[in-house]
């Protein structure tokens, strides 16, 4: 494919939880273990150990011997809208695994409604699909999806639902996605 891959070498330095690409399968990568970033996008990382890549969650970073994401801030007395763009900012950190592009780009996010709740708290409602139906990693991207939503400040609940109607086709990648991809 025409885009650009990091092949970072990393020593894990402590035990940890990953989740084997596009099997959804999770696992412990022992500390001491070699291996090359891929992939370092949207605070979580793609690592390439043993001829398997695996997803590691930004809260890890140590194990990689890298900062964690920094935490998520609103501005004093932010409204509906400002919390609507770090939504928008968040899903555009969201990736599938195996295309390092952000499933806005992708055009997989089908729906997505910021709900004031009567304590003055959020839900966010999302619409969202795969490349492929039958993708492993689907539950993992979703709980990606709701885990980064629920990191935005004022945002108790997000409810993400895998839709499959329309199917996703590469027409629903933005122009930018679709050079990125060499699919255009």
């Known amino acids: 494919m025409g885009y650009s891959q990091t092949s970072e070498p990393i020593r894990f330095e402590r035990d940890c939880a990953a989740v084997m690409v596009p099997q959804g399968e999770t696992v412990t990568l022992p500390a001491g273990q070699v291996g090359y970033v891929?992939?370092?996008?949207g605070g979580s990382?793609?690592?390439?150990?043993?001829?398997?890549?695996?997803?590691?969650?930004?809260?890890?970073?140590?194990?990689?011997?890298?900062?964690?994401?920094?935490?998520?801030?609103?501005?004093?007395?932010?409204?509906?809208?400002?919390?609507?763009?770090?939504?928008?900012?968040?899903?555009r950190t969201c990736f599938d695994p195996e295309i390092p592009i952000n499933i806005v780009e992708l055009g997989l996010v089908y729906s997505c409604v910021v709900e004031r709740l009567d304590d003055g708290m959020r839900k966010v409602n999302v619409e969202m699909t795969l490349t492929a139906?039958?993708?492993?990693?689907?539950?993992?991207l979703v709980d990606d999806v709701s885990t980064k939503l629920e990191m935005i400040p004022t945002?108790?609940?997000a409810d993400v639902d895998l839709v499959f109607d329309p199917p996703w086709n590469q027409a629903m990648m933005s122009d930018a996605a679709r050079l990125e991809t060499g699919m255009f």
């Not at 891929?38 to 996008?41: D, G, K, P, S, Y």
């Not at 994401?69 to 932010?78: D, I, W």
């Not at 139906?133 to 993992?140: A, E, F, K, L, T």
């Open 133 to 140: 139906p039958g993708c492993g990693m689907g539950d993992i």
């Open 45 to 91: 990382f793609t690592v390439y150990v043993d001829g398997n890549l695996f997803r590691i969650r930004g809260a890890d970073a140590d194990a990689l011997g890298k900062e964690p994401p920094p935490a998520l801030e609103l501005p004093e007395g932010a409204g509906d809208e400002d919390v609507e763009k770090l939504v928008w900012q968040q899903l």
């Open 38 to 41: 891929t992939q370092a996008l």
């Open 155 to 157: 945002v108790v609940e």
